[in-house]
T-cell receptor, first 112, second 114 residues
Framework: KQEVTQIPAALSVPEGENLVLNCSFTDSAIYNLQWFRQDPGKGLTSLLL?????REQTSGRLNASLDKSSGRSTLYIAASQPGDSATYLCALGSGNTGKLIFGQGTTLQVKP | GAVVSQHPSWVICKSGTSVKIECRSL??????MFWYRQFPKQSLMLMATSNEGSKATYEQGVEKDKFLINHASLTLSTLTVTSAHPEDSSFYICSAGEGPDTQYFGPGTRLTVL
């Protein structure tokens, strides 16, 4: 059974810092991996999608990497801003069904 | 991007009553929708896969008679929490997609059962 773990559970940084969020998974047979952002009491916004055959994806200040052999993905946020404060979730697609298995999330607070 | 809506956004009900939550894909058709629940400070747990025109597929441990799912059209899926109890209080989120790589999430419905 696939298990997804995110470390740390919470993170507080001053504005401007570069930071890395971690996601690990137990089964390397994944279809894809996504990083989402969730604001309090809201739904999810997709940030980056990495296909199983890819190593990384970039969007603006965000860069996500995928290492299937070690069962790890990282989300790198450059020059963090207070508006980046949210919970970040990684999710694995285990097949081409669209079903996702989520990690517990990392709650990020960026202080001005 | 595509939009998925949920209604209501929040609902409070008495224990023992049933509550229906709607999930709509506004500008695309979705043969498959997913229902998740999220407890405070926890992650999303997949409850079931809703298939248009057929029965939903429930994840292990989810009571299908408790959580009734109907996917009557390509743009609408409903989740009915029957005989709700306080332990059913949660944040329910649906998603709909145009394929395995593209899932759009609704804004969620906060259910509080008194």
């Amino acid at each position: 059974k696939q298990e997804v773990t995110q470390i740390p559970a919470a993170l507080s940084v001053p504005e401007g810092e570069n930071l890395v969020l971690n996601c690990s998974f137990t089964d390397s047979a994944i279809y894809n991996l996504q990083w989402f952002r969730q604001d309090p009491g809201k739904g999810l916004t997709s940030l980056l999608l990495i296909q199983s055959s890819q190593r990384e994806q970039t969007s603006g200040r965000l860069n996500a990497s995928l290492d299937k052999s070690s069962g790890r993905s990282t989300l790198y946020i450059a020059a963090s801003q207070p508006g980046d404060s949210a919970t970040y979730l990684c999710a694995l697609g285990s097949g081409n069904t669209g079903k996702l298995i989520f990690g517990q999330g990392t709650t990020l607070q960026v202080k001005p | 991007g595509a939009v998925v809506s949920q209604h209501p956004s929040w609902v409070i009900c008495k224990s023992g009553t049933s509550v229906k939550i709607e999930c709509r894909s506004l500008d695309f058709q979705a043969t498959t929708m997913f229902w998740y629940r999220q407890f405070p400070k926890q992650s999303l747990m997949l409850m079931a896969t809703s298939n248009e025109g057929s029965k939903a597929t429930y994840e292990q441990g989810v009571e299908k008679d408790k959580f009734l799912i109907n996917h009557a059209s390509l743009t609408l899926s409903t989740l009915t929490v029957t005989s709700a109890h306080p332990e059913d209080s949660s944040f329910y989120i649906c998603s709909a997609g145009e394929g395995p790589d593209t899932q759009y999430f609704g804004p969620g419905t906060r259910l509080t059962v008194l």
